[in-house]
């Protein structure tokens, strides 16, 4: 049985590829990303989107690297845009609704 804080984690996760698919390059840092999950009603600090970069990256959605001395860029990889458009499932992040 999930908990609810596991529904709003994987929707943030889901939103977070969706934002970055959306981008040109699939590319954006966290302050952006921050910002625009605001306004989808997730009011979440810098770290817990760094975290979730993170946790991202780790299953080979997206990569992440550091500008200046410590911004975090994050950038789909193939397998995060298969995501984001719903044709692969990855447990963790909920899929998007079509």
Known sequence: MQHYVDY?????????????????EYSANESV?????????????????RTDL???AEQELLETHIVGEHIVVAKLTTRGVDVAKGRT????VQRPNP
């Open 89 to 92: 499932v990855v447990p963790g």
């Open 33 to 49: 990303l921050q910002m625009a999950l605001q306004q989808f009603g997730f009011s979440e600090s810098r770290d817990k989107v």
């Open 54 to 56: 993170h946790w991202l």
């Open 8 to 24: 709003v984690s994987e929707n943030r996760r889901c939103c977070i590829l969706r934002l970055l698919e959306a981008q040109s």
